[in-house]
């Protein structure tokens, strides 16, 4: 299993962290607190011009804009912190997907020789007579299976990996496409594939988990559509 946790590249110190870690220590030493802001109110009041006393509503006006702003501050730390949670959970989910097959919003998959490839044909409210074509990188179909009968909803399929003579295909990326008899006219129908994942990179608060699926490169985490494989029927 190989995780990568691309926030932990990014906060590797390099020659000079030690002198911007100063550097924002003195920022934030330069910046007025809670305390700093009623100690200038306190001095406002106190040397005020007594015939022009400082106005009630503009005192709160400014009490108001003060403790707004402290809260939005205070708001946006916890909402930082329940990202890194939710991000940290996030990547624990998906470790325990590796080794494991998902399915993928896409009806290409990957076959190594010798293997099988699993799918789904989206079939809808019902269809008969459902032909799928497995096609190589070149479009040209090496094998056709048929699912006889009415079919509905979510349909599995499983190809051997087998072409129509018998023998086992090149280790490559695979098209499966589908079309059936959908009332009296034959219609293309969508078909999802099922692929292995190698590893998981860890996402941030900006990047997507994504899963890198053998032989077809990474996926966003939120694209796989159910974990594990079906048994054909």
């Known amino acids: 299993m190989s995780l990568i946790n691309n926030d932990y590249y ?9 002198a911007d870690s100063a550097q924002a220590a003195e920022t934030k030493k330069n910046m007025l607190g809670q305390e700093d802001f009623f100690s200038l109110l306190t001095q406002q009041l106190a040397y005020q ?4 006393p400082a106005d009630n509503s503009q005192m709160i006006a400014q009490m108001t804009s003060f403790a707004m702003s402290e809260g939005v501050s205070e708001m946006s730390t916890q ?26 919003p896409s009806d290409v998959g990957y076959v ?8 789904i044909v989206v079939a ?40 129509a003579q ?6 490559g990326r695979y098209t499966v496409k589908v079309n059936a008899l959908v009332g009296a006219a034959r219609e293309d129908l969508n078909a999802l594939t099922f692929a292995r994942v190698d590893s998981v990179t860890l996402g941030s608060a900006t990047t997507p988990t994504m899963v890198n699926l053998a032989g077809l490169g990474g996926l966003p985490l939120n694209q796989v559509l159910e974990i594990g494989g079906r048994k054909a029927v």
């Open 10 to 18: 990014s906060g590797l110190q390099f020659a000079g962290g030690a």
């Open 112 to 119: 190594e020789s010798g293997d099988s490839l699993d799918g």
């Open 166 to 171: 018998g023998q086992a295909v090149p280790t």
């Open 49 to 52: 011009d007594p015939f022009k």
């Open 79 to 104: 909402l930082t912190a329940l990202t890194e949670v939710m991000t940290s959970n996030q990547a624990l989910q998906a470790s325990t997907l590796v080794g494991q097959k998902v399915l993928l």
């Open 124 to 163: 809808g409210e019902s269809a008969s007579n459902i032909r799928i074509s497995i096609e190589n990188d070149k479009g040209q179909v090496v094998r056709t299976i048929n699912l006889d009968g009415v079919q509905k909803g979510n349909v599995p399929f499983s190809w051997d990996g087998l072409d």
